[in-house]
Nanobody
């Protein structure tokens, strides 16, 4: 069975850093694009970043570009989101997800409708 499990969330100060991890199992990990999404209270779930399977191309939501870095370790079936220079607007539940096969369009890969499996989420809270 496909499983995705997030970890690494917690409390950070504004300007601080957190590193989120997503552990994947139950599928050929290297072949799939993995995305990070987040959802703040009362808000829609939004794409934060994704990393392609195969060539490891990355995409970011504009507001996190330069602050967040997505990476993957295919030998460990892991995807990471390094979050630096955090601000309170980054507060949300963060989810990792697996994209549908053969979707290689940046716009689509920041849309939750193009993902078929999701983790349970990990809370990130950034204080002032």
């Amino acid at each position: 069975e496909v499983q995705l499990v997030e970890s690494g969330g917690g409390l950070a100060q504004a300007g601080g850093s957190l590193r989120l991890s997503c552990a994947a199992s139950g599928f050929t990990f290297d072949d799939y694009t993995i995305g990070w999404f987040r959802q703040a209270p009362g808000k829609e779930r939004e794409g934060v970043s994704c990393i392609y399977g195969g060539d490891n191309t990355t995409y970011y939501k504009y507001s996190v570009k330069g602050r967040f870095t997505i990476s993957r370790d295919n030998a460990k079936n892991m995807v990471y989101l390094q979050m630096d220079s955090l601000n309170p607007e980054d507060t949300a539940v963060y989810y990792c997800a697996r994209a549908l096969p053969s979707v290689r369009n940046g716009e689509s890969l920041m849309d939750r409708r193009y993902y078929d499996y999701w983790g349970q989420g990990t809370q990130v809270t950034v204080s002032t």
